[in-house]
């Protein structure tokens, strides 16, 4: 499904399920004790970047409840990064085929089946007010939900079935807001905000991965990498569909390409990307037959783009997956915000650094408005560069 359908599903079928289901709660619901968890679900079906925010939280529910209690339910193709970070089991891990409505229903109800057969007592919605994952999170039958729940705010609604309701606070990162969730668990429910302790308290750690030696030489000779690069800078055109605001222009990628070749001897740029993306990439490179530049869009699975990050000197991408991937090694990481805010979105990491316009307008991308702007023209992104990109890659070559 196209994230529009989604959008609009989560809106117009969202809000009945969640009155229904509110009024039924309201009817059988008991007084709550805090109880011990023993098993945990993870609710968050959309972007994969987030799976990497997310590294603290589930090495908390893990040690909370031990690694064969711990699930997580994510959109197929959001799937491979979760097996990548390694955390949970991969058999715990169940994917959500999104191709159709149908295929979607199909997949939910089968899941649902099994939470309730493995007896989910805890239920984790890391999604901002998404109808579908507290409606997924109160059919489970966990007697434990966590989630944000709107209190007197004007946020998008989703009725009453959040057991431990967590305030949105805009002032928190989201890999704390993760881990917060999780902790909440140790709370009673109670019908005020969750949780009443110092953010400070909620410290988070960046996973660290390593590709084998082996991988890394196979990638090299796939790509054809000249042996003698100097550096490798990698450039991410992509957004995902799910966010076109986050888009900079291709004149940029155009324009910075010609200045990292024209400045640094024997740099090997390579773009990545999707398969779908290889034409437009194209078109970028040009008449430009380099051997240094180099279009891996849609030739490299998840675990090679991975080896290239760690392979890489520098990435450059906007707001999107490739710069939290790219945060789990070492090398740096430049990322171009513009209609979000890098304050609770930006990738962790001494090696990140971040171009922000801070518009007055910005971020219009937001819990508040559902992450649906009605803007129609980035000045956010456009306003930024390939001149002060290209001063920031010398700052940190």
């Keep these: 499904m196209k994230p529009t359908t989604i959008k609009w599903i989560d809106r117009r079928v969202g809000v009945l399920v969640c009155r229904v289901l509110s009024t039924i709660n309201l009817l059988a619901s008991k007084v709550q004790q805090n109880s011990k968890t023993h098993k945990i679900l993870f609710i968050k079906l959309i972007e994969q970047g987030a799976s990497v925010l997310a590294y603290s939280a589930l090495k908390e529910a893990v040690e909370k409840v031990g690694k064969d209690n ?8 959001n799937r491979p990064i979760l097996d990548l970070l390694n955390v949970l089991k991969k058999e715990n891990i169940i994917e959500i085929n999104n191709d159709s409505f149908f295929l979607f229903l199909k997949d939910i109800l089968k899941a649902l089946f099994l939470f309730r057969k493995q007896k989910i007592d805890a239920c984790i919605d890391m999604e901002f007010f998404s109808r579908a994952s507290v409606i997924i999170a109160y059919l489970t039958g966990a007697k434990k939900r966590v989630g944000l729940f709107s209190f007197t705010s004007e946020h998008p609604y989703r009725g009453n079935l959040i057991t431990h309701k967590i305030h949105y606070n805009p002032y928190v990162h989201v890999s704390q807001y993760y881990l917060m969730l999780v902790k909440a668990l140790e709370e009673k429910p109670i019908n005020e905000p969750l949780l009443k302790k110092q953010v400070s308290e909620y410290k988070t750690t960046l996973p660290q991965v390593k590709m084998p030696e082996t991988l890394l ?14 550096t490798i800078v990698l450039l991410n055109p992509n957004a995902s569909d799910m966010l076109p605001l986050r888009r900079w222009d291709t004149k940029n990628f155009e324009d910075l390409m010609n200045r990292i070749q024209n400045s640094y001897d024997k740099a090997c740029i390579i773009f990545t990307g999707v398969e779908e993306e290889s034409n437009k990439i194209e078109k970028i490179i040009g008449n430009n ?3 240094y530049i180099i279009n891996s869009a849609g030739k490299t699975s998840l675990k090679e783009l991975m080896a290239l990050y760690q392979l890489s000197n520098l990435v450059i991408t906007n707001d999107s997956g490739p710069g939290h991937f790219a945060s ?3 090398t740096q990481v430049i990322v171009l915000f513009g209609p979000e805010t890098p304050d609770l979105f930006a990738p962790k990491g001494e090696h990140i650094h971040v171009i922000y316009k801070n518009l007055a307008c910005s971020p219009c991308v937001n819990v508040f408005n559902h992450r649906f702007s009605p803007c129609t023209d980035n000045v956010c992104m456009k306003s930024i560069s390939s001149e002060e990109v ?3 890659i010398k700052q940190v070559l």
Excluded: G, T
């Excluded at 000779?221 to 100097?230: F, R, V």
């Design 70 to 77: 711990v699930y997580f339910l994510v959109f197929k193709e």
């Design 217 to 230: 030489a196979e990638v090299k000779q796939k790509l054809a990498i000249p042996s003698d690069s100097s």
């Design 289 to 291: 037959k380099s051997p």
């Design 328 to 330: 789990m090694f070492k």
């Design 390 to 392: 290209f001063n920031k």
